[in-house]
């Protein structure tokens, strides 16, 4: 008998690989281990242990890496993602190891600090100025020398028998500091609505086991001071705090928020990090020291020691979704990971995903209503400007009762915002001449024109070029003309219409990283701009006290395409952009501009009827037997040509298991039919609630694998349909 162990390693496997454990090696699952794959030695997880009699030739794993192991709840977790999300199982792994740096202890660096603060006589200049120095100790000898104008060596020897300065040594990536939950920082006091809110999510983390709530709130209505109050009862309680925010609010302004409540810096996790802040990120949680972790969707796969409650910030947000890779949810996953570690989650919302509020109402999760604003703010008044009656110019694009809220606007002093989500100055380019549209190599998409960068761009791939003077076709001089708005073009119309007025452009664009834009909401914030035209960017979670007029271009933009949230999204995009109008002393007043005034999530939004709106919505789901009545996966198939997808996916659906409850809808093109040169398939999959569906995929995924160069990817509750 031979021990085996199980090792899982963080590349695109589906299962662990079994090694002989050799004798004298104490491994327990969760260790990380050396062992040989071919001719390279890799680091993996033990993901099992077990006696085998066997022939195989196995190979002997070479070493355990001593450092702390991955706990049980956090396998746990690796293996229900992939198994959820039919996911290769080493690819979640690998969403685990994000630093490798992170499994040793921090560096070690030398650091000075001064000795006394006796001045001494008869000093060089030069070691006068270092003495001098503020704000600076402890720190390098370089760091030093560079603030004081001298040599490193010059610090160094002032550690030597003069003994200005003290050597210590210090680790490279610090600790972060322990928040304090009776910290008094909160943003103001809370009302007797609010404290009882607090306190029921509080009551919650007390009991110390699985539990889902839903803050269902207004915009404005004061969330986060209130799941602040759960985070508090979980750090009392020693416990692990995160909170989960789209990526976009991850702005220092945002981060200074937490900083204030609990008096400490956050530890911090997302996609812009650099390599030395993940690595200190990681290797604090994963010991348990970082104790609040503010992380956009990936940070739910930090190795948590003692996690006791995640909340889910703006839960129906879209960014939750992760659709390359390991596609999956992180707002779904969360509630998986709090399940496994006993932990409690918070689901907080202005205008929940309808799958939540189902699982309120149904008593699944626990339901607290924070329904109004504080103090004299009230929501504002929602009006519909009907395109057809109020047509704006030819060429135009904002309507008269849309610009005379804007200048009323502005003659009192106050502030309007104009949201457009669509980037770029206009999202399409078409030849006068030939009637030729502008489109993106290998891709079923438009270019969009760019006029601050003078560039055409595609917004699906990337890809883009210097905007043309001829058309390629027809080689025209001249002859392109932009067709339709972005936001650019609105805010050359703002301009035109309002010269004096300050007008500035919000998008991912103009203010590409968090600094800049942070810059911007706080201008906007201060009153500085006077008129803001910005895409999905403005709609999250600021505070702008003097903006008192909203204006929608183009409300019916999210209700194009086949996407069965069409309704729900633009409704809860609509409800978060007039919720930005009035949150101070000053009512707030929001017009949206549509084609279709008699569309039910617009209807609804103006009369202020969210009843009216879930209940119509969730009648037609039921009634097509949809989320949250049923349960949806996707398949995409994509090859390099047309005829090797068609092939693949007639020969993929041939292989379908039969199964009670399931009805498979497809093949058929995607959407985007052709994306980067590869042509996409999709089939739709509906199942009736008690099905296992990621089950159901899983097996006929396992079925038949896809030839060279063809792909298939399974979306479990697809959020996209492109
Ligand atoms: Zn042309």
Known sequence: MKQIAKVLFPVGVPEPFDYVVPTGMQLACGDFVYAPIGKQMKLGVVWGLGQADTDRKLKDISERKNCRALNPGMLKFVDWTAKYNCAPLGMVLRMVLRSYKALDPSPIVTMYTPRSAERLVGLSAGRKRVLDLQDIWPATASDI???????????????GPSRLLEKISVPLDPPFGTPDPDHEGRQFALTPKQITA???????????????????????????????????????????????????????????????????????????????????????????????????????????????????????????????????????????????????????????????????????????????????AVMPEIGLVDLKEDKPENGRFLSQPLIDGIAEALEQGDQAMLYLNRRGYAPLIICRACGEKLKSPDTDSWLVEHRRTGRAMCHLTGFSMPMPSACPECKTEGSLHPVGPGVERVAEEATQLFPQARIEVLSSDTAGNPERIRERMERMAAGDIDILVG??????????????????????????????????????????????????????????????????????????????????????RELLGLPPYGKLAAVIISAPDGKKADEFARKFLAKAPRAEGIEIMGPSEAPIAILRGRHRRRFLVKAEPMVNLSAYMQAWKSRLRPPHKTKLQIDIDPQSFM
Not at 559 to 582: F, S
């Open 198 to 376: 607090g306190q029921e999510l509080a009551d919650l983390v007390a009991r110390q086991e699985f539990s889902i709530a839903l803050l269902d709130g207004v915009t404005g209505s004061g969330k986060t001071e209130v799941y602040l109050e759960a985070a508090a009862q979980a750090l009392r309680q020693g416990g692990q705090v995160l909170i989960l925010v789209p990526e976009i609010a991850l702005t220092q302004a945002g981060l200074r928020r937490f900083a204030q409540r609990f008096g400490t810096e956050p530890a911090q996790w997302h996609s812009a990090m650099g390599e030395a802040a993940r690595r200190r990120t990681w290797r604090e949680v994963a010991a348990g020291r970082a104790k609040l972790v503010i992380g956009a969707r990936s940070a739910l796969y930090l190795p948590y020691a003692d996690l006791q409650l995640i909340v889910v910030d703006e839960e129906h947000d879209n960014s939750y979704k992760q659709d390359e890779g390991v596609i999956y949810n992180a707002r779904d996953m969360a509630v998986v990971r709090a399940k496994l570690s006993g932990a409690s989650v918070v689901l907080a919302s202005a205008t929940p995903s309808l799958e939540s509020l189902t699982n309120a109402r149904t008593g699944r999760y626990a339901h607290v209503i924070l329904p109004e604003r504080p103090g004299a």
């Open 145 to 159: 020398a560079k603030a004081a104008n001298v040599s490193a060596s010059v610090v160094r020897t002032m550690a």
């Open 535 to 620: 895409t999905q960017m403005v709609v999250k979670g600021h505070n702008f006290p003097h903006l008192t007029f909203v204006g929608v271009v183009d409300g019916d933009l999210g209700l194009a395409g086949g996407d069965l949230r069409a309704g729900e999204r633009t409704y809860q995009t609509l409800v978060q952009v007039a919720g930005r109008a009035g949150r101070a002393e000053k009512p707030g007043r929001a017009l949206i501009q549509t084609h279709m005034p008699e569309h039910e999530a617009l209807e609804a939004l103006a009369a202020g009827d969210r009843e009216g709106f879930i209940a119509a919505e969730l009648s037609m």
